[in-house]
């Protein structure tokens, strides 16, 4: 429905008292009860506003006989309505995940969503960031690790006026003045490895995520300090290192199933990684969870499809995404300085929980 | 790089000869042997441009002193340069392989993507279209199955002047005018129940995608040719229908294994479908290919990734979506009249092949 020009007749505000003036997009605001940003939207033709508020605002423009001032509408609609997600992540669970959470509060909020994964270890990734964000006209940045724990690439973001929301691995609020949802990784790890020593495994070989990812020495940091905590030496022959991958999980399962002593229970950095363990073994001949116990960490899809179902921390990727956008959405309008914002969103923390499931049973000596 | 502001000693076109008019575009891209479109480009300031071009074609402006058309150019970046990605599949790997083809072609032409998945049973769709183009300025839309595969929403889309691409299942261009990109599913279906029939099956299952996509019929009617020309009768107890989710696999499957004479072999019609069928096989302790031999169709890496890996039809998902982001863009330069068009590209069909895995093996009696 597009806002038709008011006529001579339809300016009736003066038959009704105050105000004599001609009536500003705030009278307009007040006789609907809406806010001024919903009236905003009514006139820019939004899809945000329900079809009853819709109604009930274009009558009262009709009534009051409003004028939108075209230059500051034009000016407005000038504004970008998209949001941009920026990530680097071999796993399509995640990235499926971080895109629903980001485009339910995009849609809810009137923007659109463009999606730039990119490669993290790019050389210009900084410039072509300030590219994407001019050249596409996006509002600001949804950053995913790893892209998002890199402060110089916050700091430059920030230099060229672009708004960023980061999601970040961390136990605590970095309080360094960039907004985030920070993760805490680092618990979730103590409590997996915590669950595999209290089945009795000794033996609990760790396969990494990608190094670029802050999340992955502190998952390593959680399967540390609980081996230290309940006295288990750590031996370097059960950690092997490589990316969030299928591939590197059965690979890495590989290498720890033909060690003279195997572990008896192997805790890969991310489901993706744990589902190349679940192969791995059953390539191998070995069952699930009587020969080998398996955890992953993030509760994707798979962890529940997997045959058997994953031990795993639940992640909860997509509210993370969400949280992460409304602040992102709350920086531009703050910035915007956009004193109609409805809302004031915080940094928020999340912490991943246990969920145990078929893949992990009580330990027996490897044979 | 930003392009400096030519001054006045600069301007040496005087010098060479004519012309002794101001130097246009042409000029500029004359010298320096390039296409208009791409002095355009580096006017303003796009990515697609090689470092090389680019330097040649700023030092042929400040020699030529060649003033860009301001006008035009705020004309010129009026333009969208984001396309929209519309679909609605529950498959985290097909969704992120097209998303993978549309975003390569889109980088290749200086386009951002905005991704839309969408309810394709919303009542209002073709309005939902239309508004997310305008109100995001869409410069075109890709549109996956099923929205691609109805005629009135195409229709409506068109009357809006919204250029669209389709990606549909067809076996053959459907010539209506509207480009596409057709993939022949009936005969890749086909082809999978042709080589469990000559394993030795008889009693093939074959669990059904969502109906609202039209690969799901033509991936029927494949089976169901297969089994007319090899002489076996159709059994509709074999046939369940259902999504292309993996839970509708695993019910499915459940199904048919508890039937009384149960399938030897199952078809499902998509790789999540088949991921579920596997679930369902282990959970009731039947070994695959030995006791069950299982087919789906997509050649995901989930196919690649199971115990056993999946035999499969190989649907070049990302190469379809390439194809069908280029013909867009042909489209949209065709319409915008930019005869600078570097390409023509025409509707292509694609025919997925048979992928023989570990999941199929030789019928023996179902117990």
């Known amino acids: 429905m597009r806002l038709r020009a008011p006529t001579a007749n339809s300016n009736r505000s003066t038959l009704q008292g105050p105000p004599m003036r001609s009536p500003t997009i705030k009278d307009v605001a007040e006789r609907s009860q809406v806010s001024l940003k919903t009236v905003s939207r009514v006139i820019n033709n939004e899809a945000t506003v329900r079809e009853g508020t819709r109604n009930k605002v274009l009558r009262v423009i009709a009534e009051m006989g409003y004028q939108p001032d075209l230059s500051a509408r034009s ?8 949001l ?10 995640y990235v499926i995940a971080v895109q629903s ?14 999606i730039h994964p990119c490669d993290s270890n790019s050389a210009n990734l900084a410039g072509e960031l300030v590219h994407l964000a001019r050249h596409s006209r996006l509002a600001g940045l949804v950053l995913a690790p790893p892209m998002s724990e890199r402060l110089e690439l916050i700091r430059h973001l920030r230099a060229n006026n672009i708004p960023v929301v980061r999601i970040i691995s961390a136990a605590a609020d970095p309080q360094d003045g960039f907004p985030c949802v ?3 990784d680092r618990d979730a790890a103590y409590d997996i490895t915590k669950h595999l020593i209290q089945l009795g495994h000794q033996r609990i070989g760790f396969l990494w995520g990608g190094e670029a990812h802050r999340s992955s020495p502190e998952r390593y940091r959680g399967y540390e300090s609980a081996l230290k ?9 059960l950690i092997i290192h490589g990316d969030y991958s299928f591939d590197d999980g059965f690979r890495g399962a590989r290498k720890l199933l033909a060690l003279k002593e195997r572990p008896t229970a192997i805790f890969g950095s991310n489901d993706e990684i744990a589902a190349g363990v679940l192969a791995a073994a059953k390539s191998s001949g070995l069952e699930v969870p009587y020969d080998l116990s398996i955890a992953g960490f993030e509760d994707s899809p798979f962890s529940k499809q997997s045959w058997p179902t994953l031990t795993t921390a639940k992640q909860a ?3 993370i995404a969400r949280h992460a956008t409304q602040l992102l959405i709350s920086e531009i309008d703050r910035e915007e300085n956009d004193v109609e914002k409805l809302t004031v969103v915080s940094n928020k923390g999340f912490s991943p929980q246990l969920v145990i499931r078929g893949s992990t049973g009580p330990a027996r000596a490897a044979s």
Request: proline content about 4%.
């Open 182 to 184: 920070y993760v805490d």
């Open 229 to 237: 905590d309940y006295g288990i030496a750590l031996d370097k022959k």
């Open 84 to 93: 941009g997600l920026v990530y680097d992540n071999p796993n399509p669970y």
């Open 317 to 319: 990727t997509e509210e």
């Open 75 to 82: 000016l407005r609609s000038a504004r970008s309505y998209a």
């Open 101 to 114: 959470g980001v485009l339910s509060v995009c849609r809810e909020s009137g923007y659109g969503l463009q």
